[in-house]
């Protein structure tokens, strides 16, 4: 199984600036889709932003212009930017990586242990 390690998150006033950081191990492993979802109390985990192996991003509308997810694919990183933060983006967010065994022929998903990210002043 990949096993995944976040940092960043914190408090941060509105308008401010956090950095979320990712690293999967696991080298055996070929991975696909890396990417951060958050959640709040009471409210299933949505999607933030997703990055694929070729580049292709995603972005919650929510996010978008606001936050920058990038990836470095030797590495095994995803990093989440975000800018201009606002308390309504207050929530765990939670690093999401797709990935294969070389023994099989289907793709299963790893989650980060999640990161607590506040907006407040």
């Known amino acids: 199984q990949v096993q995944l390690v976040e940092s960043g998150g914190g408090l941060v006033q509105p308008g401010g600036s956090l950095r979320l950081s990712c690293a999967a191990s696991g080298g055996i492993f070929t991975i696909f889709g890396m990417g951060w979802y958050r959640q709040t109390p009471g409210n299933q985990r949505e999607l933030v932003a997703t990055?694929?192996?070729?580049?292709?991003?995603n972005y919650a509308d929510s996010v978008k212009g606001r936050f920058t997810i990038s990836r470095d694919n030797a590495k095994n990183t995803v990093n989440l930017q975000m800018n201009n933060l606002k308390p309504e983006d207050t929530a765990v967010y939670f690093c999401?990586?797709?990935?294969?065994?070389?023994?099989?022929?289907?793709?299963?998903?790893?989650w980060g242990q999640g990161t607590q990210v506040t907006v407040s002043s």
């Open positions: 999401n990586v797709e990935h294969r065994a070389p023994w099989s022929n289907t793709t299963s998903n790893a």
């Open positions: 990055k694929s192996r070729g580049g292709r991003t």
